[in-house]
């Protein structure tokens, strides 16, 4: 398993960029396809983007697509969600999770390790 910290979340008004931030720690960190998801109260968690650490090609829901962006940095073991044109039924928390499945995947029962969440706000 590998051990995961989300960052960057906060408050933004509808319309404003927000950029989140996965740390990944272990040495097994490279094998693993990342994605982001979110969850609101009372709602079922929701596949938001992934991306294969090895080059594979990144994938996201239709509702974020045009909108949000992933991305890694592996000299820093990092992935990243850059999120533009916000709104507010982007309001969750959101989650990083990384998944040993061989193949691209954006079932959250294929994911075996999470972060802690970071909350993001956006106000009408």
């Known amino acids: 398993q590998v051990q995961l910290v989300e960052s960057g979340g906060g408050l933004v008004q509808a319309g404003g960029s927000l950029r989140l931030s996965c740390a990944a720690s272990?040495?097994?960190?490279?094998?693993?396809?990342m994605g982001w998801f979110r969850q609101a109260p009372g709602k079922e968690r929701e596949f938001v983007a992934g991306i294969r650490w090895l080059g594979g090609p990144t994938y996201y829901a239709e509702s974020v697509k045009g909108r949000f962006t992933i991305s890694r940095d592996n000299a820093k073991n990092t992935v990243y969600l850059q999120m533009n044109s916000l709104k507010p039924e982007d309001t969750a928390v959101y989650y990083c999770?990384?998944?040993?499945?061989?193949?691209?995947?954006?079932?959250?029962?294929?994911?075996?390790?999470w972060g802690q969440g970071t909350q993001v706000t956006v106000s009408s």
């Open positions: 272990g040495r097994t960190f490279s094998r693993y396809t």
């Open positions: 999770a990384g998944s040993l499945s061989l193949v691209p995947t954006q079932s959250a029962p294929d994911f075996g390790s």
